[in-house]
């Protein structure tokens, strides 16, 4: 299974139209084959970061299918839609994405993919996007594993967590220039959580040798986060 992964900075002006050619066309369009379904339509949240950033998600069945799917994005009954919604954006940065053998996320069962739009309450996620260091990439991974994503576990299953990991992602051999690079698509289970995830240093306590804040350090010191609310007719939310 194949995850696209695209940030689309929109003109501003624009910002409704694009949502609603995603919305009429590109999710619909999808289900005329077997190959491909939009999951995830979401927005960077202002005040958070770029202005009329989006990000989609759109899962894809194999490599054959995403050949597919280029074929007809490049030459087929899908060009003339590229073409249109290209005048709504400034730019587009796509990455395909793989999961990780250990991430929560491994594939996709089409037929319970949502495809008619029906209206639901945004949900917030984080997207943690790491690069580890030099030759770190499977310590990383490991560390991330085995630290990481049981602490929020064991916080979610404690009512406590302000996070639910729901999938780790690498880039795809041959489709990133920095392949060291790790996305965590995350949940936020506690929206109002993140007030104070913003107003306050991290405890003491949760920096110390044994805490993934603290023991990360030795894989990787650059990331960074996104707020990511999706849209309320998101197929996935």
Do not use: C
């Not at 319970?112 to 990439?137: C, Q, R, S, Y």
């Not at 780790?168 to 060291?180: D, F, I, Q």
């Not at 306050?200 to 960074?224: C, F, K, N, Y």
Request: glycine content about 6%; hydrophobic content about 40%.
């Amino acid at each position: 299974m194949l995850f696209v992964h695209e940030i689309h900075r929109v003109i501003g002006r624009h910002e409704d139209a694009f949502e609603h050619e995603y919305r009429t066309t590109w999710m619909p369009r999808l289900t005329e084959t077997d190959d491909a379904r939009l999951l995830y339509f979401a927005k960077l949240a202002h005040g958070t970061g770029r202005a009329y950033n989006m990000i989609t998600v759109t899962a894809v069945r194999n490599g054959a299918a995403w050949e597919r799917l280029v074929t007809r994005l490049r030459t087929g009954d899908l060009r003339e839609w590229v073409a249109k919604i290209d005048t709504m954006r400034h730019d587009v940065t796509s990455k395909v994405l793989m999961p990780v053998e250990w991430s929560p996320l491994q594939t996709v069962d089409f037929a319970n993919v949502p495809i008619g739009g029906a209206e639901h309450d945004p949900t917030l996620f984080m997207e943690d996007t790491a690069w580890p260091h030099e030759g770190k990439m499977e310590d990383y991974l490991e560390a991330a594993r085995d630290n990481y994503a049981p602490s929020l576990a064991e916080g979610r299953h404690g009512g406590r967590s302000l996070l639910e990991l729901q999938a780790v992602l690498t880039p795809a051999w041959g489709t990133s220039a920095r392949r060291r690079e790790v996305i965590l698509w995350q949940r936020v289970m506690k929206p109002a959580g993140i007030t104070g995830l913003l107003m306050s240093e991290i405890p003491a306590e949760h920096r110390a040798p044994g805490t993934w804040m603290h023991d990360a350090l030795q894989v990787r010191d650059d990331w960074e986060s996104r707020l990511l609310r999706t849209a309320t007719w998101s197929p996935i939310a």
